[in-house]
């Protein structure tokens, strides 16, 4: 069964920077849309970051804008979310996500903790 398999998350001071890697073994890897979300308890899950399958587009929440970069390798089966200038709430489980819009199947991740401590 296919899964994605994330890593990175951990405890930071504020501004401090991480990166969560997330990789797919599948191979269909490159005709997935890739994306990052996050979530708090008791909160709905919130959208981060996406990437087209080609990397050529890229979209951001505004909260995260200018601080947070998503790319990712094809030839690795792995997106990747670089977190600069981290704040206390960055605080959350942050979620890899896989969607294949043309058929409508997507995949999540099982979620990293990202603690920022002020």
């Known amino acids: 069964q296919e899964q994605l398999d994330e890593s990175g998350g951990g405890l930071v001071q504020a501004g401090d920077s991480l990166r969560l890697s997330c990789n797919d073994p599948?191979?269909?890897?490159?005709?997935?849309?890739m994306g990052w979300f996050r979530q708090a308890p008791g909160k709905e899950r919130e959208f981060v970051a996406s990437i087209t399958r080609d990397s050529v587009r890229t979209y951001y929440a505004d909260s995260v804008k200018g601080r947070f970069t998503i790319s990712r390798d094809n030839a690795k089966n792995t997106v990747y979310l670089q977190m600069n200038s981290l704040k206390p709430e960055d605080t959350d489980i942050y979620y890899c996500?896989?969607?294949?819009?043309?058929?409508?199947?997507?995949?999540w991740g099982q979620g990293t903790q990202v603690t920022v401590s002020s």
């Open positions: 599948g191979r269909a890897f490159s005709n997935y849309i």
């Open positions: 996500h896989a969607w294949q819009p043309a058929c409508g199947w997507d995949l």
